[in-house]
């Protein structure tokens, strides 16, 4: 049975990257019932809205979605599409992968993490107001069952994956209650897992050892804020956010995105790379068990990068987006 599944193409470079990485997936001959669906800022005309209640209908139906970049109206009252997505359908395992591509501008050639971020709680939670005119507050939710799950979602990430050590990233020295608490949930979950070492690292001290010595780490779990920033660092490491995919996972929905923005600079213009969403789809297909595919339009997409066979602008090469998707679509034949 085709595998049903909500394509979000979304704004700026969104439609020319999602039409790039559904070609490729079609041509791996797995069989996919696509139901492109809209959200982002060019839709709110038609539906006074930027995340329809269609599109998250949709893909709570499917069950899997597959996601361009986004553009949030900022300034008229509409909460992030990102934001709302995730939370409506409790995706609360944000997991991204991080790997040196050999010849790629990297500052490391021996990059292999795998960062896990909380995705509902901690500063993210939405819950701001203002106190009196000039002052406002912000509040950092940390749950025992949100902290729970998301250790424990990156300990069975290490089982499944074969990795050796799991770092609970955190700041408890200073936010003693909340990131006391998600420490202590940590060392609990820790017990379950003998086979994987455990340990615990300082949020500030971890950024840096990161820039010093990526290869201490192995897969990192962290609160919102902290992963949204130790992600993006880490995106740097391996030659920057246009090669990085990402997951946001929960038990009733997974939804999988490039981590680069809609690039309004280059949109329109066929030249943004695909190969970020390309990978998200990679992380989607084994979502779906299709490991032989997943495996196909890696090794396809990641040996015409390394070879330099084909490569887009930002990296150096002449292909447009679609001239890129057709390459890796003939080397899939
Ligand atoms: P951006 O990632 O869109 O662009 C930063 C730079 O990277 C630009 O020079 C752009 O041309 C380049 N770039 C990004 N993706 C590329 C690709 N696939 N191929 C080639 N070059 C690429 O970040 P920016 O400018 O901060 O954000 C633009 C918009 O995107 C904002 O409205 C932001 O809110 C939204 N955004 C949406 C995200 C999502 O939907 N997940 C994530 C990040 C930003």
């Given at each position: ?181 998600f420490l202590e949930v940590a060392r609990r979950v820790a017990r379950d897992y003998p086979e994987i070492e455990f340990d615990e690292a300082i949020v500030d001290a971890t950024a840096m050892r990161l820039?010093?010595d990526p290869s201490q780490f192995d897969v990192l779990v962290m609160e919102n804020l902290f992963g949204d920033i130790i992600s993006d660092l880490t995106a740097g490491l391996v030659g920057g956010l246009g090669l990085t995919p990402s997951a946001n996972i929960g038990e009733r929905a997974a939804l999988f995105e490039a981590v680069h923005g809609t690039a309004p600079d280059i949109a329109g213009q ?64």
């Amino acid at each position: 049975m085709a595998h049903p599944i909500v394509l979000i193409p979304g704004d700026g470079i969104g439609p020319e990257v999602a039409d790039a990485t559904r070609r490729v997936l079609d041509a791996t001959g797995v069989a996919i019932d696509w139901r492109v669906h809209d959200a982002g800022g060019d839709v709110v005309a038609r539906y006074g809205d930027p995340l329809p209640k269609e599109t998250l209908d949709a893909v709570s139906e499917a069950k899997v979605a597959l996601k361009g970049p986004i553009a949030t109206p900022i300034g008229h009252g509409f909460r992030s599409v990102n934001v709302g997505l995730r939370k409506a359908l409790d995706l609360y395992a944000n997991y991204r992968p991080v790997q040196s591509m050999h010849g790629l501008p990297g500052r490391y050639e021996n990059v292999d993490l795998i960062v896990v971020r909380e995705n509902t709680e901690g500063l993210y939670s939405g819950l701001e107001h203002v106190v009196v005119p000039g002052v406002v507050e912000g509040l950092r939710v940390v749950t025992e069952r949100g902290s729970e799950r998301i250790v424990r979602f990156a300990f069975e990430t290490a089982k499944a994956r074969g990795r050796k050590k799991v770092t609970a990233v955190h700041k408890a020295n200073i936010l003693k209650l909340s990131d006391g608490l998600f420490l202590e949930v940590a060392r609990r979950v820790a017990r379950d897992y003998p086979e994987i070492e455990f340990d615990e690292a300082i949020v500030d001290a971890t950024a840096m050892r990161l820039v010093l010595d990526p290869s201490q780490f192995d897969v990192l779990v962290m609160e919102n804020l902290f992963g949204d920033i130790i992600s993006d660092l880490t995106a740097g490491l391996v030659g920057g956010l246009g090669l990085t995919p990402s997951a946001n996972i929960g038990e009733r929905a997974a939804l999988f995105e490039a981590v680069h923005g809609t690039a309004p600079d280059i949109a329109g213009q066929n030249k943004a790379n695909p190969t970020a969403l390309i990978f998200a789809a990679v992380l989607m297909l084994r979502h779906l068990g299709e490991d032989e595919a997943a495996d196909r339009v890696m090794t396809a997409t990641a040996g015409l990068i390394n070879s330099g066979e084909a490569r887009t602008a930002d990296l150096g090469g002449s292909h447009g987006t679609r001239e890129f998707a057709d390459a890796i679509i003939q080397t899939l034949a």
